[in-house]
Every structure is written in C-alpha cells, then in structure tokens.
C-alpha cells in the first residue's frame, strides 16, 4: 500500500468557512495530483502538479487552490466553501520515472451545509 | 473524445459465484488499461495493470482480459467473497502527455451477499 495520507477524512462545515484539505506523500513522487468524485460518478481532475512550484488546473473547473511548496505536501484551499463544494477529494501521487500509476490517498469527504 | 464506459452500473452476486465486469473505452493513443478496486469512502487500489502488447492478467481471483483491437476490456473475479463489495473503475492512461492523463469510468458497484 502507497503512503499517501490525507486529512481529515470526515469534515462538515458551513458556507462561507475557509478550509485547507491536507495531503502528503512520502515516496518522493514529482507529480502529484488532486480528484472531486460525486457517489456513482467518475473522478475528475481539479489540480495537478509536476513538482515544487508547479500547479495546473484541471479538466473539471475548480474555485479550490493548490499549492506545492514541498516535494511531498500538496494542500488543497477552498476560500469560501460552499454547498456545491459537497464532494470527496481524493489526492494522488505518481512516480517519475518507471512505473505508470498513480496512488492514491484515503480520500476526503467534505459537506458543507 | 476520450471514454471510459463500464457495464453493469451495479451488480448482486451471492457469495462463492463468480462475475465478469465489462469496460469499453475510446482514448487514444492508448498507453494502459487499470482495473482498480474502490472500497466505500476509501482510495481506488491498483488491481491489475495492461499494455497494448498484453491480453490477459491475474491477480489472485481477480483476471482482467484486454482486446486493444475492439478496445474492450473486462474484469473476471473469482469465487466472490464479502470482502469483495466494492466499487470497480476501468481506468485508460493515454500515451500522449507527460501527464500521465487517466481517463476513468463510473465503476461497477458489485455487493457480495452471504
């Protein structure tokens, strides 16, 4: 099993709150990514990065921030939250060279009332 | 446009019997196909990982098949057991960006029944 974590893995909050979803990886993996997944749906990429000071959007439009300050930390900001935001985020990472597959974290569930 | 379709949508089996999940895709220029298991509120794990060159792989009771001619693939599991309810997700990465861009169907949401 991958060491990806993400935290927290529950989190109900209000409209309008600010919130950070963490995730970290200790492989050393360059590319690092973030998913939205509604139940029955498919993941949709919102975020990406190929390493340190490297974001990109998606296909799926986001109003979330990423950041990658560090190889293994890629934090996921929303300013506002707000019902729409209700979803799981799931974080990946994939190694640089090798194998072609992405590891995924746990998983974050977010509602926000 | 690329596509990942996964038939059924859902899927009871009782538990001993075997199944077989179905994905169509359309991404090309194809590079692998993943079958990955998604356990509820959890992270999809890797079961199984094909290159176009490859047309059959096992891991454990699970045996997924690829036909890059139709482009079809399929996931045969085994004397199903409880642990095996899951959500299943066809995934194709395609070989045209560094990326590593996966393209991912809805799942087949099996239950096992007792």
């Known amino acids: 099993e991958a060491d990806i974590y993400q935290t927290p893995r529950y989190l109900v909050i209000g409209t309008g709150k600010k919130i950070t979803l963490e995730c970290s990886q200790t492989?050393?993996?360059?590319?690092m990514y973030w998913y939205q997944q509604d139940p029955g749906m498919e993941l949709h990429l919102i975020h990406y990065s190929y390493g340190v000071n490297s974001t990109e959007k998606g296909d799926l439009s986001s109003e979330s921030t990423v950041s990658r300050i560090r190889t293994e930390h890629f934090p996921l900001t929303l300013e506002s939250a707000r019902p729409s935001h209700t979803s799981q985020y799931l974080c990946?990472?994939?190694?640089?060279?090798?194998?072609?597959?992405?590891?995924f974290g746990p998983g974050t569930r977010l509602t926000v009332l | 446009k690329n596509q990942v379709e996964q038939s059924p949508q859902s899927l009871i089996i009782l538990e001993g019997k075997n199944c077989t999940l179905q994905?169509?895709?359309?991404?090309?220029?194809?590079?692998?196909l993943r079958w990955y298991k998604q356990d509820t509120g959890r992270g999809p794990v890797s079961l199984t990982i094909m290159t176009f060159s490859e047309n059959t792989k096992s891991n454990g009771r699970y045996t997924a098949t690829l036909d890059a001619d139709t482009k079809q693939s399929s996931l045969h599991i085994t004397a199903s057991q409880l642990s095996d309810s899951a959500s299943y997700i066809c995934?194709?990465?395609?070989?045209?960006?560094?990326?590593?861009?996966?393209?991912f169907g809805r799942g087949t949401q099996l239950t096992v029944w007792p």
């Open positions: 990946a990472s994939r190694p640089p060279l090798g194998v072609d597959e992405q590891f």
């Open positions: 994905c169509n895709y359309t991404v090309s220029p194809f590079s692998n």
């Open positions: 995934v194709v990465s395609d070989r045209g960006s560094t990326l590593g861009r996966l393209y």
């Open positions: 492989m050393g993996h360059d590319k």
